[in-house]
């Protein structure tokens, strides 16, 4: 399945260079709270509701990305921890003074600890090939999203421009028709036309391409979520031939459970009977 590429859609939301981006962050702070609302309707309902509706499943995808993001990672390290944990416990478990003393215990600590750094190896490919498949793709997925909001502050600071000057005109429109006041209206008149088709562009773009932003989603993500399966699945099949093994080499006695229960409560009886564990 081919998967999307995220630095396509960077390109569609007005990619800034990082100074600029910074000036326009400062422009756009500087919008004034209060300008003159016109008269004239400026953008329906409609497109103002289909706007919000669209934009708003966008910032809801961001921070489910960003979450999901921060949750691999999350399940990745504690992997790891884990893996690195048993490799740990079965080395310890072999350098134990009874290891001096016997030679099954040796033995099935020796058992162990291969099939625990065994583990350890396969989990550490599992993990590298989800960082690949997973994780990486999902931190360029979240790249996207600035652009995206900074197109939408654009859309709105172009907004806000044309209702200012769309009020200045309708202010010359409402006065006595003389000379002045005329070639004050063809002025404002001319000052807004590029200001009102560029928030035209502007708006027209965002309502096209964020609808397919959104449904892009699914096309980009689920390559990734099938490679993080196959992972999982290439992983647990050489657990449990790693863990069969094992069982194979240090089961030999055949006990159930049940049985072994038994037999280490019988063990600690006998611990307990000794004088020096004696209760006073």
């Known amino acids: 399945m081919t998967t999307c590429n995220p630095a396509h859609w960077q390109g569609s939301f007005f990619p800034l260079s990082s100074a600029f981006q910074k000036q326009s962050d400062s422009n756009l702070l500087r919008i004034p709270f209060k300008i003159g609302q016109p008269k ?41 921890a884990m893996s690195k944990a048993a490799v740990k416990i079965s080395a310890d478990l072999l350098s134990n003074p009874l290891c001096d003393q016997d030679q099954a215990f040796v033995d099935s600590m020796t058992a162990l600890d291969t ?28 790249g996207v999203f600035p652009s995206l909001n900074m197109a939408v502050k654009r859309r709105e600071q172009a907004l806000q421009d044309y209702k200012r000057l769309q009020s200045k005109a309708e202010k010359y429109e409402e006065k006595d028709k003389t000379g002045p006041v005329m070639v004050k209206l063809h002025q404002a008149r001319e000052e ?61 006695a055949g006990l159930t459970d049940e049985q072994r229960e038994r037999e280490t409560e019988a063990k600690l009886s006998e611990l307990r009977a000794l004088s020096i564990v004696a209760d006073d």
């Open 115 to 142: 099939a625990m750094r065994r583990m350890d190896s396969f989990n550490q490919e599992k993990v590298n090939q989800i960082q690949k498949t997973v994780i990486d793709p999902l931190k360029k997925y979240s």
């Open 40 to 80: 004239k309707q400026i953008v329906s309902k409609t497109v103002e509701r289909d706007f919000e509706r669209e934009y708003d499943k966008l910032q809801k995808l961001e921070d489910q990305t960003k979450k999901l993001h921060k949750d691999m990672k999350k399940s990745t390290e504690a992997d790891l």
């Open 192 to 252: 807004l036309r590029p200001v009102r088709d560029d928030f035209e562009v502007k708006n027209k773009q965002l309502l096209d391409e964020m609808p397919k932003f959104y449904h892009s989603r699914i096309d980009y993500f689920q390559p990734s979520f099938e490679a993080l399966i196959r992972a999982q699945v290439v992983y647990y099949t050489e657990m449990y031939k790693i863990f069969s093994e094992l069982t194979d080499q240090i089961d030999q």
